[in-house]
């Protein structure tokens, strides 16, 4: 018996319904993506490994699926390393490649091997495929699209400010209100902990605080504690688990409790700015909320820091983040040039728009108008006709047999056809054809001379 076949944990088939889901999500990221000036690239679905390693902590590393070399690469490992058991000696030498974490990283090597072809600064916009070795959940996939758009080659906050505006009109485009922007800066998370002498392990108080919405603040001081960081410095960070009011009230907490940090009091400078000039400019749909415990455990960013939340009510993790990395090309050779991104997720957007029915019904038609099929010269009729109504941009076929009257009439059902035409040997006598609505049944004759009577309305 043949064994029943399967896809692997976390990746998914899409049907031609999804499909056209997805296209509706990423035709219109794409065209405010355009209208805010984004030019298109794209990169190879794997890069080497020493461009991904290295780039997104610890714990980034290790979601990084490997590809194994080809050939006998088994038989290069020498024996020590073979016999040790040991994956971080054993993986470079038989594994120098692997599939893409994200789209920036591959995006700061395309910079620095293109750098003489770019005119600075550099808009782009990716929509690609991504993979992650992550546990599979809700929204959590390990093969998942990003949609992001990036600029490289200017430092000016009009960058995040601008980038916070296409967040709103796409959310807007899309319908889906009560989104929200949360927003913070990896410079006041530094001048956090200086003022609470962690400065030497931020990276580990950053990955820590940044599993708040989902340990809560009891596990994230757990983890705190067990990665080194003293009890004391915990507790002078308490007040900031539980920062409310809005954005001023909590810029105004922020200055005086980094008032000794030039670090941190240079991010509270950069969020001012970036709150007063959205409250200037204002917002569609979404609104933009400080959240000082937001830290995007990356570790190539180094300014503005953005996480997207789904509207209240719907259980969904982020759908959609982002920041700044002023050195992120650096580790490539190309030095001093800052950069500034965000990502859509647009499979978590899918699942949020499906859970709050806010997608097209028209979405559901794939099929505009269905010829049936009576075989003879009444099925080339037919065809002739479709063939019309295509040229006009209208979504037309023709049943492919002539099969029973019931069976075509059933397809037709099946695929939320609106209208069906029927072209029998009376009509041919008579030059014209026959169009059944499907939703309300009444049926109408035309002369198949002038067909634009019928489809200039649809």
Given at each position: ?458
């Amino acid at each position: 018996m043949a064994q029943k076949p399967s896809i692997p944990k976390g990746t998914r088939d899409f049907s031609p319904e999804d499909i056209a889901k997805r296209d509706y999500i990423i035709d219109i990221v794409k065209k405010h993506f355009k209208v805010f000036g984004f030019q298109p690239i794209e990169t190879p679905a794997f890069e080497n490994s020493d461009t991904l390693m290295g780039k997104y902590g610890d714990e980034g590393d290790r979601l990084i699926f490997k590809i194994l070399n080809s050939g006998d690469f088994i038989s290069k490992v020498d024996d020590v390393t073979y016999s040790s058991k040991d994956s971080k000696s054993l993986t470079p030498k038989i594994s120098d490649k692997a599939l893409r974490y994200d789209l920036t990283v591959p995006f700061a090597r395309y910079v620095v091997m293109h750098q003489n072809e770019i005119d600075f600064p550099f808009k782009r916009y990716q929509i690609q495929p991504v993979w992650r070795a992550d546990r599979p959940q809700k929204g959590r996939f390990r093969e998942f699209y990003q949609c992001d758009a990036d600029v490289v080659g200017a430092n000016s906050l009009l960058q995040e400010i601008e980038l916070i505006q296409l967040y709103d009109a796409v959310f807007t485009d899309l319908k889906l209100e009560g989104v929200t922007i949360k927003l913070n800066n990896r410079k006041i998370l530094a001048g956090i902990a200086e003022v609470i002498d962690a400065k030497n392990n931020l990276v580990n108080f950053t990955v820590a605080l940044d599993k708040l919405d989902k340990i809560g603040a009891d596990g994230v001081q757990k983890e705190m504690l067990a990665k080194g960081i003293s009890e004391q410095s915990i507790k002078k960070a308490d007040p900031l688990f539980a920062l409310s009011g809005s954005n001023t009230d909590q810029l105004a907490v922020l200055k005086k409790f980094l008032a000794d940090s030039e670090q941190g009091m240079s991010g509270v400078e950069d969020l001012e700015y970036i709150t007063n000039s959205i409250d200037d400019l204002g917002l569609q749909s979404t609104q933009l909320a400080l959240d000082v415990t937001l830290a995007r455990g990356l570790n190539y960013y180094t300014g503005a820091i953005f996480e997207v939340a789904a509207p209240e009510g719907v259980q969904m993790g982020s759908i959609g983040g982002g920041g700044r990395y002023d050195d992120l090309t650096g580790i490539f050779g190309l030095k001093d040039v800052s950069g500034i991104g965000i990502s859509f997720g647009l499979d978590r957007i899918y699942l949020v728009l499906e859970e709050l029915g806010l997608f097209p019904e028209i979405l559901h038609k794939s099929l505009e108008v269905l010829c049936i099929n009576f075989g003879g010269k009444e099925s080339m009729a037919s065809l002739k006709l479709a063939n019309q109504l295509r040229k006009h941009g209208i979504r037309a076929d023709v049943y492919p047999s002539n099969a029973k009257m019931q069976k075509q009439m059933k397809y037709a059902n099946n695929r939320n056809v609106p209208y069906v035409i029927l072209i029998g040997e009376k009509e041919m006598m008579n030059n014209s054809f026959v169009v059944k609505n499907m939703a309300s049944g009444e049926q109408n004759t035309f002369s198949l001379e002038n067909p634009a009577v019928f489809f200039k309305n649809l």
